[in-house]
Structure formats: structure tokens, C-alpha cells
């Protein structure tokens, strides 16, 4: 493995680390910069956005609905994202994929589940999201992520 692969894989799993990180804690001006200007960020099923001001309202939306969920909590406090058997192929020094899964919990606990499916761009020398695509594969029923709808944009 040459030097840049390896930091090439460095640099993706803590872009895939901050990204919940800063999905939980309402940091969606930072999320955000982690997309390419023409990046696209898909929920098969409930809604397509493209483009960086696509992906920042449909976190807003999120964060609207998130601070409904616990009001006392506030959006930070509402949700967490625990990240896991995160596979990374590199492609080229420009081009990268990853999966993992994904499951998120709430104040009552694991809330929904599912998988990432990333396609990652090197610009100037960060690695960023050119695709996001987020696979729920279940959600408790009445919970916060079964309501996707509301707040994913469709």
C-alpha cells in the first residue's frame, strides 16, 4: 500500500466519523462542507437532492423535526449515529467507494438501521462526498426515522 492510499483511507473514515458527528450535534453548516458543490446525497424511495443547497435544506428539515423529537434535549441531544464495518476500496489518488451501516438511536434506543453507500472525491487535496447513498433497512414503527418522509424531502 503506498503512502497516499493510506491516507487516503484516514482521511475517508474520519470524513464518514465527522459526518455523524455533526449530523448529531445540529453542526449542518459543517456537514454540509463536506459535499462536493455538485454532490447528490439519495434516500432510495423517499427523495433525490442535488447539489450542496439541496443537501443543506433537507437538513434543516431534520433539525426542525429532531428538535420536536425531545424538546427538552434539543437536536444535539436527540440522536446518535453509531457507525460500523466501514470497507473502503480506493480507485484511483481521485476516486474512492466505501459502505458501512448505520444505526441510529434516539432517546428510547436504536431508532432505525440501515447502510452507506459513498463515492468520495480528492479536491485539492481533501477527500470529500461526491454520492451519498443512505439505505434504511428498518426503522421501529412511530419512530423518528419511519417518518422520513417528513423531513427527507419528498
Known amino acids: 500500500m503506498h503512502d497516499w492510499e493510506i491516507d487516503a483511507h484516514l482521511q475517508i473514515r474520519n470524513l464518514v466519523a465527522g459526518y455523524a458527528q455533526c449530523a448529531d450535534s445540529g453542526r449542518f453548516e459543517a456537514l454540509v462542507a463536506m459535499f462536493t458543490d455538485d454532490a447528490v446525497l439519495d434516500v432510495p424511495g423517499l427523495a433525490t437532492h442535488h447539489g450542496r443547497a439541496a443537501i443543506a435544506a433537507m437538513f434543516e428539515r431534520a433539525k426542525e423535526h429532531l428538535s420536536g423529537a425531545d424538546p427538552a434535549a434539543g437536536a444535539s441531544a436527540a440522536i ?75
Open 80 to 154: 446518535r449515529h453509531h457507525v460500523s464495518s466501514h470497507h473502503i476500496e480506493i480507485e484511483s489518488p481521485q476516486r474512492a467507494r466505501s459502505s458501512c451501516y448505520y444505526s441510529a438511536h434516539m432517546v428510547g434506543g436504536v431508532d432505525h438501521w440501515g447502510r452507506y453507500r459513498d463515492t468520495f472525491v480528492a479536491l485539492d487535496g481533501r477527500w470529500l462526498f461526491s454520492h451519498r447513498r443512505i439505505l434504511r433497512d428498518g426503522a421501529i414503527p412511530g419512530g423518528w426515522g419511519s417518518r422520513g418522509d417528513e423531513w427527507v424531502g419528498r
